[in-house]
């Protein structure tokens, strides 16, 4: 069908790169609009009754099947977005489909909780939940990436999709399954995040404009990552110290119950000593 379309002089241009699977001509997204909070909201609103029904979606015979739907959205979801850079292209003109290369971390934070929805994993919940929360939020606040991709464009709905749904998973699972992250095991996201953090590196440094993790320069619009220096292995460090800090602000609705319940334990009143034979409380007012 494709063919024989773009046979039809014009219309492959204005269908891919005006059409709804392509993208505007100009700016057609602004940070803030009614189009960036909406999706906030729902996914707020989506969070929020999954909490207040959490038991009877638990004990729901269907649970498994929206589950198993959750991570079928996201799959498709992501091959959505290379199917569209296959016939639509960039909307970086002249920049190589190999500077797309699946290196990002939002990309295999959707991969990781698709396959935490599909079988329950606690090792991949582990990984999801400090990832999905950290660095899978920071888009909420600077979606620069669909400024020529609002509500008229797939673009537009992918990105979301893509951004929410992951974060969505996570709090699925620890309010229907009761999963909790644990501090002791926050070397598995920073394993998982050094590992793509090397394969980034090597593929930043033999593509040409790649990008990977925008460990090599900044990204478009307003992020954290204009503002760093431009050096990768400086760029490297500073984020692993911004890790860190993530990390534990994350950690602290599960370590600040831990150390409530430790305080109590260590502030129990303890019995008093039992009394010596013999001794009447005059005795010892006497001493």
């Known amino acids: 069908m494709f063919r024989l379309l773009s046979a039809v002089p014009g219309f492959v241009y204005e269908f891919f790169h005006e059409g709804f699977f392509g993208y505007s001509m100009e700016q057609d997204f602004y940070d803030w609009s009614i189009w960036h909070i909406l999706p906030l909201l729902l996914l707020g609103v989506a969070i929020f009754l999954t909490y207040r029904y959490r038991e009877k979606l638990a004990s729901w015979k269907g649970e498994e099947t929206l589950r198993f739907a959750l991570a079928f959205l996201i799959i498709f979801n992501e091959a959505f977005y290379y199917w569209r850079l296959l016939y639509v292209g960039s909307a970086h003109e002249g920049k190589q489909l190999l500077t797309y290369l699946p290196l990002q971390v939002c990309e295999w934070s959707a991969y990781l909780c698709a396959f935490m929805m599909m079988k329950k994993s606690k090792h991949a919940f582990d990984i999801a939940y400090y990832v999905s929360l950290t660095l899978g939020v920071i888009p909420f606040f600077t979606p620069a990436v669909i400024h020529y991709a609002g509500p008229t464009y797939a673009r537009y709905y992918q990105f979301w999709i893509e951004h929410l749904v992951p974060v969505y998973a996570v709090f699925y699972m620890m309010f229907v399954h009761g999963f909790r992250a644990n501090i002791r095991r926050v070397y598995k996201p920073f394993a998982f995040l050094a590992v793509l953090?090397?394969?980034?590196?090597?593929?930043?440094?033999?593509?040409?404009?790649?990008?990977?993790?925008?460990?090599?320069?900044?990204?478009?619009?307003?992020?954290?990552?204009?503002?760093?220096?431009?050096?990768?292995?400086v760029r490297l460090a500073l984020y692993i110290g911004i890790l860190i800090v993530l990390f534990f602000l994350v950690s602290l609705p599960h370590l600040i119950p831990e150390w409530k319940e430790y305080r109590r334990k260590k502030n129990a009143v303890v019995p008093p000593a039992e009394e010596t034979v013999g001794e009447t409380p005059q005795d010892k007012a006497n001493e």
Do not use: H, Q
């Not at 593929?203 to 990977?212: C, H, Q, R, S, Y």
């Open 197 to 233: 953090a090397v394969l980034a590196i090597i593929a930043n440094l033999n593509i040409e404009d790649a990008n990977f993790m925008y460990l090599a320069s900044g990204t478009e619009g307003d992020s954290i990552a204009n503002i760093l220096p431009e050096n990768i292995w």
